[in-house]
């Protein structure tokens, strides 16, 4: 009777394991999350011994979740495989290239000192293509152009004397004169008489004429300075991201024939009989039990009367 009570209560024990197992209905549960096919681009395998290691490469975009990459365990040609660890390494490389950036200022002034004070010695640039760098002034590119030029006129004039003149005429004066490059006209004349030296001699006449005219000069109405900044600028071009899953794996263990005797755990007991059997024993079982007490119930009746 007890060891009918112990594969009674081995029965039970796998039915409901059995229950379990199947989980829920399919057609109640909400299905599972999709997860995205990731596959790698490269797979390396190693042995050491009984113990294999397998490595799995996979490339992903930077900012891309890596959740969906593979760690569950698997078998795979009689081992069975665990994760050990999953890597990252980013995959970035960097550009460099040499840079010239022209600048134009306005000034007032030609003058080189106070241009320089106005650059910059250097300047932070970033490119619209992503390079970014410090680079320095050369002092050696600088040029000064006028902006514009305006035009101006002014009197220019010339003093000339002329003494011992015999009369105060100027048809004894030149009409005109040359003063630094100019031709000058006759504008104005002073006369100034000197007596002769006795009663005898006439008087004798100077002359102070006055020669004018007009210059034109161009002036510039400001200038425009332009300079170059030299040196180099870097780029980082941020690549894929890569991912290794390293897996670590142990041969797997044949199943063993199972054990006879009811002494076997209800696990083994599945292994031997399988689930479906077992259940039919657990009918069969309550089945005898449920006879063996109702003759005990009519021996104790028959007993008592």
């Known amino acids: 009777m007890k060891r ?11 039915s409901g394991a059995a229950f379990a197992a199947e989980g829920p209905d399919p057609e109640t549960s909400p299905p599972p999350e999709t997860v995205p096919d990731i596959y790698p681009v490269e797979v390396v395998e190693t042995q050491a011994g009984d113990y294999r290691r397998i490595e799995k490469v996979y490339l992903l975009e930077a900012g891309a979740d890596p959740a969906a990459i593979p760690t569950l365990d698997f078998q795979r040609e009689g081992y069975g495989y665990a994760l050990l660890d999953l890597l990252r390494e980013d995959q970035t490389e ?18 080189m000192s ?30 000064v152009e006028a902006a514009g030029y305006q035009s101006s006129t002014r009197t220019v004039s010339a003093i000339r004397t002329y003494p011992g003149l015999s009369d105060a005429d100027t048809a004894l004066l030149p009409k005109s004169t040359v003063e630094n490059g100019r031709t000058l006209e006759l504008a104005d004349v002073s006369w100034q008489t000197v007596p002769g030296g006795n009663d005898t001699l006439p008087p004798t006449y100077t002359a102070t004429a ?19 900044y030299t040196g180099e600028l870097t780029c980082t071009v941020s690549g894929a991201v890569r991912y290794t899953a390293v897996f670590a794996g142990a041969p797997l263990e044949p199943l063993e024939e199972a054990a006879q005797d009811i002494s076997e755990t209800p696990a083994q007991l599945a292994v031997h ?14 089945a005898g039990l449920g006879l063996h007490h109702l003759i005990k119930w009519r021996n104790g009746r028959r007993y008592a009367a």
Do not use: C, N, Q, W
Request: aromatic share 4%.
């Open 210 to 228: 006055v020669y004018s005219g007009t210059a034109s000069s161009r002036s510039a109405t400001g200038y425009t300075v332009t300079a170059s």
């Open 273 to 286: 009989y399988g689930l479906p059997a077992l259940a039919v024993a657990s009918a069969l079982v309550l």
């Open 94 to 111: 960097t550009e460099t290239r040499e840079h010239t950036e022209t600048v134009t200022i306005d000034s007032e002034t030609k003058d």
């Open 114 to 143: 106070a241009i320089l004070e106005k650059l910059e010695a250097s300047m932070e640039l970033t490119t619209d293509d992503g390079f970014t760098g410090t680079l320095d002034l050369d002092p050696k590119s600088i040029t």
């Open 4 to 14: 009918l009570l112990a594969l009674l209560a081995s029965a039970l024990i796998l």
